[in-house]
C-alpha cells in the first residue's frame, strides 16, 4: 500500500516539476507547482510528519499560492520560449543539472549510511504529530521560532515598502 | 519503504528546479522553480527525520517553508514593483548592475 502510495505521489511529482519548467504560460506553471505541493504532501504523510503535511496544503498549496495567482494575473503572464537562445549557461544547463542529480545520488547511494536502507528509526507514538512539533517549537527550538516571526514581520513590512505607489517617480517616468 | 526512495526523488526534483532556474528569463517562473527546489530540500530533511525516528528535521522543515514564503513575498513585491515602473519582466533585461 505503501509503495504503490509512494510511486504514484513521486511520479505525480516529477510529472509537474516538468511541467512548471517546461509549459510555457506562467499561469499553468504556478497550477502545476500546486499539484506539485500536494503530491509532496502525501509523500510527507508517508514519512509521519502529519502536521507538516497539513501545513504543506493549508498554507503553501492554499495561502502562498493565491499571491502567486493575483501576481500572475497582474502582471499578465505573457508566453515566452521555454529555452531562450543565447548565453553559455544555457546551453550548459541541461548538462549542469543532471550532473547535479549524478553527483546527489552517488552521495546518497555511496553513503554506508545503514539508516538509508531501512524504513526508518523507531518512533513514538505520537511522532510528527501538531502536539510534538508545537511543544519542539516553544522548548528546544525557541529561538529559530521567534526568529522566523521576527522574519515574517519584517517581510510584511518589506512587500508593503516594495510594492507601494512611488508617486513622483512613476510620473517622472511617464 | 526504504529512505533512499525518497532522497533520490528529492535529487530529482532539486535537479529540475535547477535546470528551470538556469533556463527560464521570466522571474515568476524562476521564483517558481526556486519554491520547487525548496520543497526538494524539505522532503530530504523530513526523510531525513524519519529515518533518524527524531522529529528535530521536521522543526528545520517547518523554518524553510516560513523562509520560503518570505522570499517568495519579496521576490513577487519586486516584480509588481518593476512593472509598475514599466521595467520588462525580463530576467535578461534587467541587467543594470552587471559588473
Same mark, same amino acid.
Given at each position: +500500500?505503501?509503495?504503490?502510495?509512494?510511486?504514484?505521489?513521486?511520479?505525480?511529482?516529477?510529472?509537474?516539476?516538468?511541467? %512548471?519548467?517546461?509549459?510555457?504560460?506562467?499561469?499553468?506553471?504556478?497550477?502545476?507547482?500546486?499539484?506539485?505541493?500536494?503530491? @509532496?504532501?502525501?509523500?510527507?504523510?508517508? @514519512?509521519?510528519?502529519?502536521?507538516?503535511?497539513?501545513?504543506?496544503?493549508?498554507? !503553501?498549496?492554499?495561502?502562498? +499560492?493565491?499571491?502567486?495567482?493575483?501576481?500572475?494575473? !497582474?502582471?499578465?503572464?505573457?508566453?515566452?520560449?521555454?529555452?531562450?537562445?543565447?548565453?553559455?549557461?544555457?546551453? %550548459?544547463?541541461?548538462?549542469?543539472?543532471?550532473? %547535479?542529480?549524478?553527483?546527489?545520488?552517488?552521495?546518497?547511494?555511496?553513503?554506508?549510511?545503514? +539508516?538509508?536502507?531501512?524504513? *526508518?528509526?523507531? %518512533?513514538?507514538?505520537?511522532?510528527?504529530?501538531?502536539?510534538?512539533? *508545537?511543544?519542539?517549537?516553544?522548548?528546544?527550538?525557541?529561538?529559530?521560532?521567534?526568529?522566523?516571526? !521576527?522574519?515574517?514581520?519584517?517581510?510584511?513590512?518589506?512587500?508593503?515598502?516594495?510594492?507601494?505607489?512611488?508617486?513622483? @517617480?512613476?510620473?517622472?517616468?511617464? | 519503504?526504504?529512505?533512499?526512495?525518497?532522497?533520490?526523488?528529492?535529487?530529482?526534483?532539486? =535537479?529540475?528546479?535547477?535546470?528551470?532556474?538556469?533556463?527560464?528569463?521570466?522571474?515568476?517562473?524562476?521564483?517558481?522553480?526556486?519554491?520547487?527546489?525548496?520543497?526538494?530540500?524539505?522532503?530530504?530533511?523530513?526523510?531525513?527525520?524519519?529515518?533518524?525516528?527524531?522529529?528535530?528535521?521536521?522543526?528545520?522543515?517547518?523554518?524553510?517553508?516560513?523562509?520560503?514564503?518570505?522570499?517568495?513575498?519579496?521576490?513577487?513585491?519586486?516584480?509588481? =514593483?518593476?512593472?509598475?515602473?514599466?521595467?520588462?519582466?525580463?530576467?535578461?533585461?534587467?541587467?543594470?548592475?552587471?559588473?
Amino acid at each position: +500500500m505503501a509503495e504503490v502510495l509512494f510511486f504514484l505521489a513521486a511520479a505525480l511529482a516529477i510529472a509537474t516539476a516538468l511541467a %512548471i519548467v517546461l509549459v510555457q504560460n506562467p499561469f499553468y506553471s504556478v497550477l502545476a507547482l500546486i499539484l506539485n505541493l500536494i503530491a @509532496l504532501a502525501i509523500l510527507f504523510l508517508l @514519512l509521519n510528519a502529519e502536521f507538516l503535511a497539513a501545513a504543506q496544503v493549508v498554507v !503553501y498549496a492554499g495561502a502562498v +499560492m493565491v499571491l502567486y495567482i493575483f501576481v500572475t494575473a !497582474y502582471v499578465g503572464g505573457s508566453d515566452q520560449p521555454v529555452i531562450p537562445e543565447g548565453g553559455v549557461l544555457r546551453t %550548459i544547463a541541461p548538462f549542469f543539472a543532471a550532473a %547535479i542529480f549524478i553527483e546527489l545520488s552517488i552521495a546518497i547511494v555511496g553513503s554506508s549510511l545503514t +539508516m538509508l536502507d531501512s524504513s *526508518g528509526g523507531e %518512533i513514538s507514538a505520537g511522532f510528527g504529530s501538531p502536539a510534538q512539533i *508545537g511543544e519542539l517549537l516553544l522548548s528546544r527550538f525557541l529561538v529559530p521560532f521567534e526568529a522566523a516571526s !521576527y522574519l515574517l514581520l519584517i517581510t510584511a513590512v518589506g512587500a508593503i515598502v516594495l510594492a507601494q505607489r512611488r508617486r513622483g @517617480l512613476e510620473e517622472a517616468e511617464l | 519503504m526504504s529512505i533512499t526512495w525518497f532522497v533520490v526523488l528529492s535529487a530529482v526534483l532539486f =535537479a529540475i528546479g535547477l535546470f528551470g532556474v538556469m533556463t527560464r528569463r521570466s522571474p515568476l517562473v524562476i521564483l517558481l522553480c526556486l519554491e520547487l527546489m525548496l520543497n526538494a530540500g524539505n522532503l530530504a530533511l523530513i526523510a531525513f527525520a524519519r529515518g533518524h525516528g527524531n522529529a528535530d528535521g521536521q522543526i528545520f522543515a517547518l523554518i524553510v517553508m516560513v523562509v520560503a514564503a518570505c522570499e517568495v513575498v519579496v521576490g513577487l513585491g519586486l516584480i509588481v =514593483a518593476m512593472y509598475r515602473r514599466r521595467i520588462p519582466i525580463d530576467a535578461d533585461a534587467a541587467s543594470e548592475l552587471r559588473g
